[in-house]
C-alpha cells in the first residue's frame, strides 16, 4: 500500500497479544511479533502468544502486518445531503458505530475508521443516491492492530 507509518507504543491497544517467538517462520510479516518489539517503558505484563499457538509451521494467532487508510470526521460526507435523508443516515452511522459518543469520536479523529467501515458508510451513502463526493474529513496511514 504506502510506506509504512512510523510505530510508536502508544499506538499499539494495551489488550493487543504480543509474540516475542523470534525463531517463528512467519515473525518478519507478523503483526503480533511487530507489537512484541514495542514495549511501553516499565511494562512488565500483558496479553501474550504462547508458544503452543504454533503447531508445525502453522500459528493460530497469525495477524498479517497490515498498513490501512484509516479515516476520520463527516463534514465533508454531509455537505451536499439534502435535509430530508441528513437525520436518517446520521443515525445510521450512529447505530453502526455503537452510538452517539463513538460517532462524535470517530467525527473528531479521537478513534479512526477502518477501510471496511469506511466503505459501509460509503455504500450507505450510496443506496441513498449520493455518489459525489463521497469522503471523510481526514486520512491517516497507520499500522492494524485490530
Not at 516475542?20 to 503480533?32: H, V
Not at 453502526?96 to 471496511?116: D, I, M, Q, V
Request: charged share 25%.
Amino acid at each position: 500500500m504506502t510506506n509504512a507509518p512510523a510505530l510508536t507504543p502508544g499506538q499499539i491497544p494495551s489488550s493487543y497479544a504480543r509474540c516475542f517467538q523470534s525463531d517463528c517462520p512467519m515473525a518478519d510479516t507478523c503483526a503480533r511479533f511487530l507489537a512484541g518489539k514495542y514495549l511501553r517503558e516499565g511494562q512488565v505484563h500483558g496479553e501474550a502468544v504462547y508458544p503452543m499457538a504454533r503447531q508445525g509451521g502453522d500459528c493460530k494467532m497469525y495477524k498479517e502486518i497490515r498498513v490501512i487508510r484509516a479515516a476520520y470526521g463527516f463534514k465533508t460526507l454531509f455537505a451536499e445531503v439534502k435535509q430530508k435523508d441528513n437525520t436518517p443516515l446520521r443515525n445510521r452511522i450512529k447505530a453502526y458505530l455503537g452510538g452517539n459518543t463513538s460517532y462524535y469520536r470517530y467525527h473528531h479523529g479521537e478513534r479512526l475508521l477502518t477501510p471496511e467501515q469506511q466503505q459501509w458508510i460509503i455504500n450507505l451513502f450510496r443506496r441513498k443516491g449520493y455518489t459525489e463526493g463521497l469522503r471523510f474529513d481526514g486520512y491517516r496511514d497507520l499500522h492494524d492492530f485490530s
